[in-house]
């Protein structure tokens, strides 16, 4: 069976530090892979997301930037977190036919001081 | 431009009747529409989804509803349970091959009470 990890849980970063969370799916071949991110009061914004290695598309303009080097593996990063980058990150995977229905990890919840 | 809108932000029913949860959407192009639940600090979890060419699709307590010419889903729970309470999100999917991808709706907190 298909199992998705994401990590850390939770984070707690200065304004102006570099950011890093790793996601990483198991048991399916080149997944669809996304980036989510919940903040506080909204709703579900989709961030990047890549259908193939090295392959990124990228949904909102910001200073945070993902990036797949292995089939399974999707990361997302930031060189200079700001305030604005809290909130709770969501990863996910489809196989991207029919539906296209994701299964999400667990979640990052990220707290810029 | 939110394409996929949830005008309620809060719901509260009573255990046992039913809850209703409503959708609505701008892009006619969408071809999945998908439920998705959600508990705090938990990634979502998916409920049931619907084909744009259907107009009901059953499992269980949940019954999804479409109508397309009002560009408006709705999700039916029956009965109703302390165990639903949660954040229900409405997703739409769009594209297919390089550019698959779901947009969500803001979601509406429901609320059972037992």
């Given at each position: 069976s298909q199992t998705i990890h994401q990590w850390p849980a939770t984070l707690v970063q200065p304004v102006g530090s570099p950011l890093s969370l790793e996601c990483t799916v198991e048991g399916t071949s080149n997944p669809n892979l996304y980036w989510y991110r919940q903040a506080a009061g909204r709703g579900l914004q989709l961030l990047f997301y890549s259908v193939g290695i090295g392959q990124i598309s990228s949904e909102v303009p910001q200073n945070l930037s993902a990036s797949r080097p292995q089939d399974r593996q999707f990361i997302l990063s930031s060189k200079k977190l700001l305030l604005s980058d809290s909130g709770f990150y969501l990863c996910a995977w489809s196989s991207g036919v029919g539906a296209n229905v994701l299964t999400f990890g667990a979640g990052s919840r990220l707290t810029v001081l | 431009?939110?394409?996929?809108?949830?005008?309620?932000?809060?719901?509260?029913?009573?255990?046992?009747?039913?809850?209703?949860?409503?959708?609505?959407?701008?892009?006619?192009?969408?071809?999945?529409?998908?439920?998705?639940?959600?508990?705090?600090?938990?990634?979502?979890?998916?409920?049931?989804?619907?084909?744009?060419?259907?107009?009901?699709?059953?499992?269980?307590?949940?019954?999804?509803?479409?109508?397309?010419?009002?560009?408006?889903?709705?999700?039916?729970?029956?009965?109703?349970q302390p165990g639903d309470s949660a954040v229900y999100f409405c997703a739409a999917s769009v594209g297919g091959g390089a550019t698959n991808k779901l947009i969500f709706g803001t979601g509406t907190l429901l609320a059972v009470q037992p």
């Open positions: - | 431009d939110q394409q996929v809108k949830q005008n309620s932000p809060s719901l509260s029913v009573q255990e046992g009747r039913i809850s209703i949860l409503n959708c609505d959407y701008t892009n006619s192009m969408f071809d999945y529409f998908l439920w998705y639940k959600k508990y705090p600090a938990e990634g979502p979890t998916f409920l049931i989804s619907i084909s744009s060419i259907k107009d009901k699709n059953e499992d269980g307590r949940f019954t999804v509803f479409l109508n397309k010419s009002a560009k408006h889903l709705s999700l039916h729970i029956v009965p109703s």
